[in-house]
């Protein structure tokens, strides 16, 4: 918890109120973007992004599976966080493993819709090898790093950033005679085939703080906050999931304009978002 003195409440609460926050940005003005591709050469894609002084990294890993009786034509993705103990002095010790399951559990919803697979902002069924006998199993890994608020967006953003990243090794199968054989399967080390992340989407979280909401909240703001509402949106503008904490109750017609609100936000991250990936890339090749 952050530690703020009654005045220090006053000048946040204040600024919020008037439209010009602590930093110098205005309620709907997102902190400076950075991101970094590959960086983690052991894994299939990774990516670290800074938004401000908060810093995230996520790599993705992808292994050879067997899809799941019920979902014979899906392949598999877990998605778990972890935060540093460096990260905040409230992750000291113990302090951490709360909010990253709650972090995790956040993303496993805005990205993998339903225990079905329904919604999946992932497309699962790209994943089949082989339907019912060999799929991709995606193990998805995001770190807290540093933390000054925000969590859950950067994550997600830097979740999609390492998909888009990711290289999915070309398999090729040769069934047994019986048509109940296990497929033989020659993985290539040097063919990859690119992963769509065109239906990933971004997270916008909106957080209320006295009568006014704000985007990119840092750990100050979010401390003066009485409910936050994160919504994902993909590229095309459709809400793929909502998220709230906080113990305050919020009216109807708040939360429509909230999701509204987040929906036009979003086409400016994707923008931002987007020039970063191009810019991590360029870097890469030279």
């Known amino acids: 918890m ?40 052991q894994a299939n894609g990774s990516a670290r992004v800074r938004m401000g002084a908060t810093e995230v990294i996520a790599s993705v890993k992808a292994e050879l599976g067997k899809p799941t009786i019920l979902h014979p034509d899906k392949g598999k993705v877990s998605i778990y ?13 113990r302090g951490s493993e709360e909010l990253s399951a ?13 225990k079905s697979g329904a ?12 339907e019912g006998k060999a799929c991709w199993d995606l193990y998805i890994d995001g770190l807290v790093v540093s933390s000054d608020g925000n969590l859950l967006d950067a994550l997600a953003a830097a979740i999609k950033v ?13 069934l047994n ?3 109940d054989g296990e497929p033989e399967v020659d993985i290539s080390d040097e063919e990859f085939l690119q992963f769509d992340t065109s239906g990933v989407p971004v997270i916008i ?7 006014h909401y704000i985007v990119d909240a840092t750990s100050e703001e979010e401390s003066q906050m009485s409910s936050a509402v994160s919504v994902s949106v993909n590229s095309h503008g459709q809400i793929c999931g909502l998220t709230k904490r906080g113990g305050a109750g919020l009216d109807p017609s708040v939360i429509f304009d909230m999701i509204s609100v987040a929906k036009n936000v979003s086409q400016r991250f994707y923008t931002l978002l987007e020039s970063e990936i191009a810019a991590a890339e360029a870097a890469a090749d030279e």
Do not use: W
């Not at 409440?9 to 997102?30: E, N, S, V, W, Y």
């Open 2 to 41: 952050v530690g703020l003195s009654e005045g220090e409440k006053h000048f946040i609460c204040g600024g919020i109120a008037q439209d010009l926050r602590a930093d110098g940005r205005t309620r709907l003005q997102f902190r400076a973007l950075t991101v970094e591709t590959g960086i983690i050469p």
């Open 81 to 93: 966080v972890d935060c540093s103990p460096t990260a905040a002095p409230m992750f000291e010790g």
């Open 102 to 114: 709650e972090l995790s559990v956040a993303l496993q919803r805005c990205l993998l819709g339903g």
């Open 119 to 130: 919604g999946a902002a992932i497309d699962l069924s790209s994943l089949i090898v082989v």
């Open 162 to 174: 390492a998909l888009s990243d990711t290289g999915i090794p070309k398999v090729n199968v040769s």
């Open 177 to 179: 005679a019986e048509m």
């Open 205 to 211: 979280t909106l957080t209320k703080v006295g009568k």
